[in-house]
């Protein structure tokens, strides 16, 4: 199951807030807390998120590359 540890660690770690992801994205709040939480952004929404707020797009990845080191 992933958690996107490494996206919550990275928004925290910067401040970044989720008002911030949904004014990026012109979504609401409460989806990107769906997102957050587990439906994950698309490719097209992690290209905005590095365009507009300088997420690096590994950030969103990190989760899946931990999970497949474990085995």
């Given amino acids: 199951m992933l958690t996107n540890s490494g996206l919550v660690s990275y928004l925290v770690i910067h401040k970044i807030r989720q008002k911030a992801i949904a004014e ?3 979504v ?3 989806t ?3 997102k957050i939480k587990g439906l994950g952004f698309t490719q097209q929404e992690i290209f905005v ?3 507009k707020l ?3 797009v590994h950030t969103f ?3 899946i590359i931990e999970l497949s080191e474990h085995k």
Avoid: K
Wanted: overall charge negative; glycine content about 0%; proline content about 6%.
């Fill in 24 to 26: 990026a994205l012109d």
């Fill in 32 to 34: 990107v807390y769906r």
């Fill in 61 to 63: 990845f990190d989760e």
């Fill in 28 to 30: 609401s709040i409460s």
């Fill in 49 to 51: 998120l590095n365009q």
């Fill in 54 to 56: 300088e997420i690096p």
